[in-house]
């Protein structure tokens, strides 16, 4: 006897919605792949996880960590530091850092373990913040201007020793001033960039014949009189055609000029001629100083040296801050990538012989990051000293580090979690050490919590040590203060108990090594507490229960 199996079209219909919930199920999960390999993936893969990282690298602490103060009103990093036994640099650390991981940017300084010094908070951009000899004074220097994509338009500022606005320099023309450089030459002078929009044929480059780009311009500038000494024009000297950056659709108007030369930093040698890097041609350029034409040029397309280190000398890539020293030598930072797109290039500082005469180049030293660095921008290498001893700045990645003379690593700080570098939360474009004595005209700042004292100064380098000062008069008229007790200094901002026998008003007057007095606080008060005697006072509580009972007879 056969049998057959009746399929209602209802179970059919079933199957179909079944089969249908089934692809689009799929569809879903695929779209969601896609868009995990498109937009996750490529994130996922700029953290730089290492076994060897510390919980502050790791970002436990953020991105960027910060200390707060009871005293003051802005935060500061909290750094991390690694060292060799010969240390870090005892002197204080000048940098200005940025991003989205940075609490209030601005101009910095930090001791040597960090601590901060002196900050000031910047409504717009600061960069290049450093301190420099004018006129038989140092003056901190520094940017600050609209950021628009890698360009400036602002002011330099100097600063005296009690922090007070000097002067303002600003270029010559109808410019913005650039954020890459302001350079007090030994003449006096300042050195400043300047990106200026202009008409240029891009045809060499795959783009319009009437076309726009960025024209690297550097100014010399009498700073007293703010007259136009020298001006010059890598237009009229680097054709297009030298560049390395991808046109990718710039050029078709002012607004989007092209922006093929990228000037980055500008300094004089012993003759008055100037060195000046060029980040997308790959090339330091030296311009005489009368007629402007280049009389060498080191890297990228128009090279004229023979490298003697198997190309080591020559084949650096987008680089930051060329520095000339005695006997030819030239430093620079090394960025040798571009975008995080780039292949896994490493970052280093390195310092190059040149023999002018005969056109050769000889590479001196490099200087790693133990992290093997991968900094798409900014950046510098600072000579310390002159046993060698060279400061790198590694710009977009949050960390300076030193190095001996032959490339051995002597101090490493960081002041961001090194495994989120390549997303720039935390930025310095670039840091500088060197000696400072500030003397701030404000005074010195204090606020009382519970019962303790916070003492700080913004600023004030000399102090040693907080003397705590009790008001002895009864004569609210009479400034009468006698010495309760003298203590240490320690860190940015010093706490302080204050004794419980102390009368109520106070002040704090900081001291220098030789216990002089460089400053006082304004007059403090310690916190008033309800007494307790007064409360369990059996007079007291008779009039308030009295007083309950005669209301609500009422």
């Known amino acids: 006897m056969s049998s057959w199996t009746w399929t209602s079209s209802n179970a059919h219909r079933s199957r179909l919605r079944l089969s249908s919930c089934h692809v689009a199920t799929a569809g879903v999960v695929a779209s969601l792949l896609y868009l995990f390999f498109i937009f996750a993936v490529p994130q996922l893969q700029r953290l730089r996880f290492r076994t060897d990282l510390s919980r502050y690298d790791l970002g436990l602490y953020g991105f960027g960590p910060t ?22 640099d005892q002197r204080y650390t000048f940098i200005a850092p940025r991003g989205d991981s940075v609490p209030q940017a601005g101009p910095m300084i930090l001791d040597a373990q960090g601590n901060l010094v002196w900050m000031k908070y910047n409504w717009e951009t600061t960069q290049d913040f450093k301190i420099q000899h004018y006129r038989g004074e140092d003056y901190l220097t520094y940017w600050e201007g609209r950021e628009i994509e890698s360009r400036g338009y602002g002011s330099w500022y100097m600063l005296d020793s009690s922090y007070n606005q000097r002067y303002v320099i600003n270029p010559v023309g109808n410019y913005g001033g650039d954020l890459h450089e302001f350079t007090i030459s030994t003449d006096g002078t300042a050195l400043v960039t ?47 055609s030298t560049t390395y950056e991808q046109l990718a659709g710039a050029g078709k108007d002012r607004a989007s000029a092209f922006d093929y030369f990228h000037i980055n930093s500008v300094e004089k040698d012993e003759q008055g001629n100037y060195i000046v890097s060029s980040r997308h041609t790959h090339s330091v350029s030296c311009v005489d100083r009368e007629t402007g034409s280049i009389l060498w040029t080191l890297g990228g397309k128009m090279n004229d040296f023979t490298d003697l280190s198997d190309g080591e000398a020559t084949n650096f890539a987008w680089q930051h ?44 030293a490099t200087y790693y990051h133990p992290q093997h660095m991968k900094s798409v921008s900014q950046g510098n290498v600072q000579m310390l000293d002159d046993t060698g001893r060279v400061l790198v700045g590694w710009g977009h990645s949050a960390a300076y580090s030193e190095f001996s003379a032959d490339g051995q690593l002597l101090c490493n700080v960081h002041y961001g979690a090194s495994a989120f570098f390549t997303f720039g939360r935390v930025v310095s474009y670039r840091v500088f050490k060197g000696d400072w004595v500030g003397h701030p ?20 380098t000399e102090v040693a040590a907080w003397r705590l000062e009790v008001w ?83």
């Open 441 to 460: 005209q404000t005074t010195p700042d204090a606020e009382v919590d519970e019962d303790k004292v916070y003492a700080s100064w913004n600023g004030a």
């Open 194 to 240: 300047v990106y200026d929009p202009i008409p240029a044929d891009l045809t060499t480059v795959g783009g319009l014949e009437l076309g726009w780009i960025f024209d690297g311009v550097f100014q010399e500038i009498d700073i007293e009189t703010g007259e136009l000494l020298f001006e010059w024009r890598a237009s009229k000297h680097y054709p297009v």
């Open 321 to 364: 801050d060329a520095r000339w020293h005695a006997n030819s030598t030239l430093t620079l930072f090394d960025n040798a990538v571009h975008s995080n797109r780039d292949p896994a290039i490493e970052s280093r500082g390195v310092a190059i012989q040149l023999d002018i005469a005969s056109r050769t180049a000889r590479l001196l």
């Open 472 to 554: 002895t008069s009864d004569d609210l008229n009479d400034a009468s203060f006698g010495v309760v007790a003298q203590f240490e200094k320690t860190g940015f901002e010093t706490e302080i108990e204050i004794p419980k026998d102390m009368g109520p008003l106070f002040r704090l007057a900081a001291l220098d090594l030789e216990g002089n007095v460089l400053g006082v606080t304004d007059l403090l008060q310690r916190e008033q507490g309800t007494d307790l005697q007064e409360l369990l006072d059996l007079h007291n509580w008779i009039l308030g229960f009295a007083m309950i009972i005669s209301v609500s007879l009422k």
């Open 67 to 88: 200390r707060g103060y009871v005293s003051f009103d802005y935060e500061s990093p909290i750094v991390e530091i690694t060292e060799s036994e010969s240390g870090c």
